[in-house]
Structure formats: structure tokens, C-alpha cells
């Protein structure tokens, strides 16, 4: 391990209260793209697609006024049942185990951190795992919404059943955000990685830690404006430093 890696050994073995704040460069490692990168779903470029602004194919004026579009997008780029949790959910799993991880606080909407063996999960974003009818409530299991022979899937009651995400235009969930939140202001470790902060109001999540050591493990440098022996930052793929530490 170099100094920097060597580092962040030595804080998580410091701490016992440590959480992780994730966005989609955790993921991108399983093979699922991210949203903003060059090589990015919103940079892939798809005939039927053009047209429409990236944004607007994953919200709720979408989903409310060009259903068909957007079920036809979501179930074309969307669809991650087959992926495989990669090293850095793993890593994540195991510190959970060994007691030192104590919430992962995720802005993925994959499940992939749950596949992994992770318990204590926030998904501030919601997830495909979960669908459910508009109208009546009805919970739907995850392959409903991929499986439906009919192009907006609907529920026995005629109501549209959707995925449990929040879209553009819509409120984070309350309870996932303020369990969160909570978590994130308790920790005596915070560990940011695979996001580029821009996307909020999840990337303010992190002003709530009040803690003794923050690391950052990125691919891309992110300037959080700290320094000094409580910080850390390596530009790295997450599960390849964690598998060094583990």
C-alpha cells in the first residue's frame, strides 16, 4: 500500500462508527453506467431518445404525460437485474460485518449494495427493486415493470404501477433522508466515493458530519476545501482500495 492508502488503514482502524456516501461511480465498476460522465446515460446516444432532454426522461412529467416513452427508456437503460455487486459493494459488506461500517447512504437506485450483504442501507434515491400501482398502492416485485407485455405497465386495479425511484420533479423520501441525515451526523468516519457531489440536495448531506476523519476515494479529484491529518483523498477505484485494506 502507498502513504495514502496506508493512511486511510489507519483511520477506519481508528474508527468504529463509520459511514459511506455513494453515488454512481460505485456501481460503474459492475459495468452499470453513470449518469454524467462522457461515457454516460446521458451522453449515450439513442435514436428514439434524441429528441427529449436527458432530465426529462427520468421524471414525473414524464412519466405522467409520455408514459410510453418513459417506461420504454426506463426498461432500456435501466434494467440491472443481471448485474453483480463488484469489489467495492463487497468491501463495504465486510466492514459492515467486522463492525466498523455502520450505514451506507447511497444516491444508486441498483439494490447492489443490498446483494452484496449490506443491511444498513439508505437509498436516497429509491430503487427498481421496488414498484408499486399509482392508484391503489399495490406493491409489485421487481421484474413487473421489465416483464409487462403491455408498454405502460399497469396494475389488476387499472392504475399504472411504477418504480420506487425518485424522479426529476420529485421529493427525496422523507424517512430514507432524515435516517440518513442522522447517521451521517453521528459518524466518527466519513468515506465519500464514486460521486461527483453535483447533484443535490444529496451532495449536502455530507455538511452534517461532525466528525474526526473524512476520506475521499475517487476516481475524479474532488475539492472539498479540507486538509490536515483528518483527511484523505485517493483517486482510485473504490473497490480496488478497500480490497487493499480488507
Do not use: W
Amino acid at each position: 500500500m502507498d502513504g495514502k492508502t496506508e493512511r486511510l488503514a489507519r483511520m477506519i482502524g481508528e474508527s468504529g462508527n463509520i459511514v459511506f456516501f455513494g453515488g454512481a461511480g460505485v456501481s460503474t465498476e459492475s459495468g452499470v453506467p453513470d449518469f454524467r460522465s462522457k461515457d454516460g446515460l446521458y451522453n449515450q446516444h439513442d435514436v428514439r431518445f434524441d429528441e427529449y432532454e436527458p432530465e426529462y426522461l427520468l421524471s414525473r412529467e414524464c412519466l405522467l404525460y409520455d408514459p410510453k416513452v418513459f417506461f420504454e427508456f426506463y426498461r432500456q437503460k435501466l434494467d440491472t437485474r443481471n448485474v453483480k455487486p463488484n469489489a467495492a459493494h463487497k468491501a463495504l459488506a465486510e466492514l459492515e460485518r467486522r463492525g466498523k461500517l455502520r450505514a451506507v447512504v447511497t444516491q444508486n437506485i441498483d439494490g447492489l449494495h443490498q446483494k452484496a450483504g449490506s443491511k444498513n442501507v439508505f437509498e436516497i434515491h429509491g430503487s427498481t427493486e421496488r414498484n408499486y400501482c399509482m392508484r391503489c398502492g399495490k406493491k409489485y416485485p421487481p421484474d413487473f415493470i421489465y416483464d409487462s407485455p403491455d408498454p405502460v405497465p399497469r396494475c389488476a386495479c387499472g392504475g399504472v404501477v411504477r418504480c420506487d425511484v425518485t424522479l426529476y420533479g420529485e421529493s427525496l423520501p422523507e424517512d430514507a433522508v432524515d435516517r440518513a441525515i442522522d447517521a451521517i451526523s453521528r459518524a466518527d468516519m466519513l468515506i465519500i466515493g464514486g460521486t461527483s457531489l453535483r447533484v443535490y440536495p444529496a451532495a449536502s448531506f455530507i455538511s452534517y458530519f461532525r466528525g474526526k476523519y473524512t476520506a475521499v476515494i475517487n476516481r475524479e479529484p474532488l475539492d472539498l476545501g479540507l486538509e490536515g491529518d483528518g483527511y484523505v483523498q485517493i483517486n482510485a477505484p473504490i473497490g480496488e482500495v478497500l480490497s487493499q485494506i480488507l
